[in-house]
């Protein structure tokens, strides 16, 4: 097994591509690129993407046993919040706290990873993902069952992120900005005067989206995001045949990423699926290239590695025998017995409370804060700042809100009322057209939480009348 040999894997639901990098020093080499997939009538219980990847490596003759993921768009969420500190300790001790607060989840269920943005005069700005546990053990536990040990799994805007950096912003003595286009995401990564660490954002978009009066609206309101201090003066791109077009749609200078390459070993100098290929290979850049880890790992599921978990054996191992020195000691004592009795009694009495006070989660290392974080959300919730759960009146239009929002522009949309009762929802308006009011029947339909009951259509004069009533579903 050659030690500088590194595996980069962008996953997705049910596809991934893999790059073998070979590294000397901060450079490297491209070995091998490839692609799996998982087809839909296979047989779920003998092929999975860790089997198809192990499969592959083995045939290409690249014997490793560790690799580091990147995780597709649509397997996380991204939130630009803010912090009370700035040290990255203590932002990561309070930040799935934070999380919760804006999120409104039990955050229990996700692993949170997070990048400082920018430090401020009373705290910082952060970069946080949120991926679901279930989601990331089910990746790790396939392929470890495989052979491939995953050290890092980090979303894959922060990847690309690195490798555009490594690869071009490195040579560049300006301050920049990245638009990466790949078949599902537009990836934006901005400047921030941190090595090999920009802040990034994700769009979701496909081949008939106007890329350039998307990167028009979009590259304003990313450069305006908190924290972002830095006004670029280049736009590195990956679409070359219309730069022209962007040149006349942004105000700073726009350049082909193909053509602002220095080292003609640079996974960016294949203009296939680029952008799939760069998250790739940024992933595997971890390893030899000086930057943060934005792990998902790290608190949830922390890589141990072989060496490791030895050693941590070994250590179970003492502290055993030493536990069981103690005990035997500790059971001469008839008063230690006693006061442990009392101590016993007080914390199942204190865990039966706070199991009360929490519907039923149990007691964590830090109750005062659990506490504190509830009652604040139960603050909230009264007052009308958050929605609670999904029974409640601004839950149930926040779900009619994000149907309607789903729905194309252009369409002439004007909503009329929305009435909301504890079994119906009605919502009363127009569009432009019969064929456009179809359209937002469309998006009500697609709806998780609600069920179209009833729909009453009219034409009048240019305009299409609807009333629509919605049923949630429990």
């Known amino acids: ?104 989840v039990d955050i229990s269920d996700y692993a949170v990873a997070f990048s400082i943005i ?75 005067k941190k090595a090999n660490q920009p802040f990034v954002r994700t769009l979701l978009c496909n081949e008939s989206t106007d890329k350039v009066k998307l990167i028009s609206r979009e590259l304003p309101l990313t450069l305006a995001s908190p924290g972002i201090d830095y006004a670029p003066e280049t736009l590195f791109i990956n679409e070359s045949s219309s730069l022209e077009n962007f040149q006349r749609a942004v105000s700073v200078d726009v350049k082909s990423i193909s053509d602002s390459l220095v080292d003609g070993d640079s996974i960016l100098s294949n203009q296939d699926n680029l952008a799939d290929n760069a998250v790739a290979c940024g992933a595997a850049m971890v390893n030899f290239v000086r930057c943060p880890r934005i792990d998902f790992r790290k608190k949830f599921m922390p890589y141990q590695g072989r060496k490791k978990v030895i050693e941590f054996s070994l250590r179970l191992i003492g502290i055993a025998i030493a536990i069981l020195f103690f005990s035997v000691a500790f059971n001469w004592s008839n008063s230690y017995r006693a006061s442990t009795s009392d101590t016993d009694v007080i914390k199942a009495k204190i865990k039966k409370e706070y199991s009360a006070v929490m519907k039923g ?42 149907a309607i929002n789903k729905t194309p522009s252009g369409i002439g949309l004007k909503i009329k009322t929305i009435s909301i009762s504890d079994s119906r929802i009605r919502v009363d308006g127009s569009t432009s057209s019969r064929a456009n009011t179809q359209k937002l029947l469309a998006q009500l339909r697609k709806h998780k939480k609600l069920k179209v009951s009833q729909e009453t259509l009219k034409q009048v004069g240019n305009e299409d009348t609807f009333m629509i009533t919605l049923e949630p579903l429990r």
């Not at 014997?63 to 919040?81: K, P, S």
């Not at 401020?120 to 990746?139: H, M, P, Y």
């Not at 964590?364 to 919730?381: G, Q, V, Y």
């Open 1 to 104: 097994m050659e030690n500088n040999i590194h595996v980069g894997i962008y996953i997705s639901k049910d596809a991934a591509r893999v790059v073998a990098v070979q590294s000397s020093a901060h450079r490297y080499k491209v070995r091998d690129v490839f692609d799996v997939s998982l087809d839909s009538d296979a047989d779920a219980q003998s092929s999975t993407l860790g089997y198809e990847i192990s499969l592959q490596l083995k045939e290409r003759n690249l014997d490793v046993r560790e690799c580091n993921v990147a995780l597709d768009a649509a397997m996380f969420t991204q939130h630009n919040l803010y912090s009370d500190f700035d040290d990255a300790r203590q932002i990561s001790a309070t930040i799935e706290s934070d999380v919760e607060e804006a999120m409104g």
């Open 118 to 192: 920018a430090r401020q005069s009373s705290g910082s700005r952060v970069n946080v993902f949120t991926a679901r546990k279930d989601l990331l053990e089910e990746i790790i536990l396939d392929l470890t069952k495989h052979g491939l040990d995953p050290v890092t799994i980090e979303p894959d805007a922060v990847c690309i992120g690195r490798c555009l950096c490594h690869d071009i912003a490195s040579q560049s003595s300006t301050s920049w900005v990245f638009c990466v286009f790949s078949e599902r995401v537009c990836y934006i990564c901005a400047d921030t």
């Open 361 to 402: 989660r149990r007691m964590t290392s830090a109750p005062t804060r659990d506490l504190k974080s509830e009652l604040n959300k139960l603050k909230r919730i009264k007052s009308g700042d958050s929605v609670g759960d999904d029974s409640t009146v601004p839950a149930r239009l926040r779900q009619v809100l994000e």
